[in-house]
């Protein structure tokens, strides 16, 4: 008999037979079933046998198929008729327990394509697989739910919504869009909603409405980075509108040195001073948009209290001049609209350690392997083990162990030794999926 080559032991190997890109191995059960799965009955006919072909993990890059003749069983005590159960093959499909493991955890890693060439199954299986595997992993991962929430936009095929823990620099969900419904449809399910203190957002109307409708009680804040980042943006604008009147060369040329606009005039070194100076001095429009861009950075600086930072932003509106309020007009609507939530920025001020990172992700999301859906690479981000933000539980001295008698019959009593109460009671955390070391993983073409 050829040697045990499936390493499983049920099987009784008849046949090895090896093709240029196939194994075929006959096999049979090494034991048949003793009694029925019904009544418990000793007394089984056979009745009929089928071939069934169960496809195997490959071996030596060759796929593999094993040949089981199976029996069916007939009950002579209850007449119910059974085919033998194939140990080690997966109740749902025609496959190993342990190829649908490894192709679940393939599909984080490779396109579905490459696995199902590699097993010989079509990119639907493969498909299959990986939707069980990650609905099993959300049922046995659950990650905290964030006290200080992040919701923000990131772009993995279309714009979608990531859902952070600020506190601890962590993704814990990623949705599939931005819609008002699909954010309430995930903030209405989730465990602890309603210990959710504050929530950092863009300025997405669809977010704001969806924590209203649900959460209340949280506190919205916007973010900076999200503000001053419209009045660079309103830079940009003033420069645009100057291009018409500019000839081939000079467009180029501002071109070419808009990075000294959007830069502060705190970082540029003396020859983006001298470039900056020149554009202002001969673009007065310019060099007033770069002077409000400036000094709205200041409505920021000195933090304060949001009244103080209102009195600033007050100043700052009524110095926008004729000129230039077109270039500014959406980031003064902006501050309108979100006023309270973005002065709750002064209460509740999100981290710059935060915001960096998640921006430093959003900018290398791209460079994820083409060839991927959403689904494959929203769980690439939240379940690829590495990347998790754990807790291991407290380190708590046991008990001294009662020696004599009556303590120890106590402790039995109890039903439960320190050890396993503390497990109980102070489990890991985990916080999500971290964001630089996810930053990290993409960069070094590990995710
Ligand atoms: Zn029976």
């Not at 679940?104 to 299959?128: C, H, M, P, W, Y």
Request: overall charge positive.
């Amino acid at each position: 008999m050829p040697p045990n080559i499936l390493n499983i032991h049920a099987y009784k190997i008849l046949r090895v037979e090896e093709s240029e890109h196939d194994y075929h191995i006959r096999t049979e059960l090494a034991q048949s079933p003793t009694h029925c799965p019904g009544c418990g009955h000793a007394r089984l006919l056979r009745y009929g046998r089928n071939e069934q072909v169960i496809r195997d993990l490959p071996i030596h890059g060759k796929r593999v198929g094993i040949y089981v003749d199976t029996q069916r069983w007939r009950c002579q005590a209850c007449g119910k008729t059974f085919m033998e159960p194939l140990p080690a093959v997966n109740a749902k499909r025609e496959m190993t327990d342990r190829l649908v493991t490894w192709i679940g955890q393939q599909s984080l890693r490779r396109t579905f394509t490459s696995i199902a060439e590699d097993i010989g199954l079509d990119e639907k299986t493969v498909r299959n697989i990986f939707r069980d595997y990650v609905s099993e992993l959300e049922r046995s991962i659950r990650f905290e739910t964030p006290t200080w929430m992040g919701i923000d936009e990131i772009h993995i095929i279309k714009p979608r919504c990531v859902i952070s823990n600020i506190r601890s620099n962590t993704i814990v969900n990623l949705l599939p869009n931005r819609d008002k419904k699909t954010v309430i449809n995930y903030l209405g399910n989730l465990d602890g909603r309603h210990e959710i203190q504050t929530v950092a957002m863009d300025m997405w109307t669809p977010y704001r409405d969806a924590v209203q409708a649900v959460m209340p009680e949280a506190r919205i804040v916007i973010d900076k980075f999200h503000v001053v980042r419209m009045a660079n943006d309103a830079v940009e604008r003033a420069r645009k509108s100057l291009r018409e009147s500019l000839t081939p060369k000079q467009r180029r040329g501002l071109m070419h040195d808009r990075f000294v606009l959007l830069k502060r005039e705190r970082d540029l070194n003396d020859k983006e001073r001298l470039l900056l100076s020149g554009w202002t001095a001969n673009y007065p429009e310019l060099g007033e948009a770069y002077r409000l861009k400036e000094a709205f950075y200041g409505v920021y600086e000195g933090m304060g209290t949001p009244e103080q930072a209102l009195a600033r932003y007050a100043v700052w509106q009524r110095s926008v001049t004729p000129e230039v309020c077109d270039a500014f007009a959406d980031l003064i609507r902006a501050f309108t609209n979100w006023q309270p939530h973005i002065l709750a920025y002064f209460d509740h001020p999100v981290t710059n350690a935060y915001t960096e990172s998640l921006n430093s992700l959003i900018r290398v999301m791209n460079r994820l392997g083409r060839g991927y859906s959403f689904e494959a690479l929203r769980a690439k981000i939240l379940f690829t083990e590495g990347a998790h933000n754990k807790t291991k539980p407290k380190f708590r001295r046991r008990e001294a162990a009662p020696t004599v008698g009556y303590a120890m019959f106590e402790m039995v009593g109890r039903a439960s030794f320190g050890q396993d109460q503390h497990e109980v009671i102070e489990a890991a955390k985990n916080y999500g999926a971290d964001i630089s070391t996810l930053t990290r993983l993409i960069e070094e073409g590990k995710l």
